[in-house]
């Protein structure tokens, strides 16, 4: 089966950065897309940034674009998340997504993805 296990969540205070991984297992790692969702309390899922199979990332959700950079490994079967310039604001439980490769893929909708991680919890202290 699929499984997806984020890690690198934790305590950071505002401006500080992060580093998100997800490892992904029990599939063909270079055939699926792949996206990083996040969801705070009291407040709907939020798409916030995606990678291809060709490695072509689609438009960052506007509250974290030009902090924020998805990347993969194929090698390792891991998709990245790196957060700088953290604000409180950012505070949630940051979730893993894969899809099997799709002709239309950068669209922005948790129903686009197959498959998910368990999270991993980003708290930014002001």
């Known amino acids: 089966q699929v499984q997806l296990l984020e890690s690198g969540g934790g305590l950071v205070q505002a401006g500080g950065s992060l580093r998100l991984s997800c490892k992904a297992s029990?599939?063909?790692?270079?055939?699926?897309?792949m996206g990083w969702f996040r969801q705070a309390p009291g407040k709907e899922r939020e798409f916030v940034a995606a990678?291809?199979?060709?490695?072509?990332?689609?438009p960052y959700t506007a509250s974290v674009k030009g902090r924020f950079t998805i990347s993969r490994d194929n090698t390792k079967n891991t998709v990245y998340l790196q957060m700088n310039s953290l604000k409180p604001e950012d505070t949630a439980v940051y979730l893993c997504?894969?899809?099997?490769?799709?002709?239309?893929?950068?669209?922005?909708?948790?129903?686009?993805?197959?498959?998910w991680g368990q999270g991993t919890q980003v708290t930014v202290s002001s």
């Open positions: 997504a894969a899809a099997v490769s799709r002709t239309i893929w950068d669209i922005p909708l948790s129903s686009g993805y197959d498959n």
């Open positions: 029990g599939l063909t790692f270079s055939n699926y897309d």
């Open positions: 990678i291809n199979w060709r490695g072509r990332t689609a």
